[in-house]
């Protein structure tokens, strides 16, 4: 069974900083390309930024370029989503998700078979 598992959200001030964990089990972790997305109250979900299975290679969404950075540990089953300046506007629920597409770096969500349950940023002035 397929377990992707994020930590790491709360609530802080704008300015801070927060890094989100995603912990996978049951797969082969570098067998994916992974995935970050967010969805606010009343808004679509959106990608924020994915990783290819090596992490050699990111994308990032230009509302979370140059302050978001992601990652990930293979060893560790691991994927990390480092917030830095984080904004009012960065507010939602992130969502962690895996690409059985290694090197697919996309942000088409019909793209990434399994899902976490997400968890809360909640970013105030």
């Known amino acids: 069974q397929v377990q992707l598992v994020e930590s790491g959200g709360g609530s802080v001030q704008s300015g801070e900083s927060l890094r989100l964990s995603c912990t996978a089990s049951g797969l082969t972790f570098d067998n994916y390309a992974m995935g970050w997305f967010r969805q606010a109250p009343g808004k679509e979900r959106e990608g924020v930024s994915c990783?290819?299975?090596?992490?050699?290679?990111?994308v990032y969404a230009d509302s979370v370029k140059g302050r978001f950075t992601i990652s990930r540990d293979n060893a560790k089953n691991t994927l990390y989503l480092q917030m830095n300046s984080l904004k009012p506007e960065d507010t939602a629920m992130y969502y962690c998700a895996a690409n059985p597409s290694p090197w697919r770096l996309t942000f088409h969500s019909s793209e990434y078979t399994y899902w976490g349950q997400g968890t809360q940023v909640t970013v105030s002035s």
């Open positions: 990783i290819s299975r090596s992490g050699s290679s990111t």
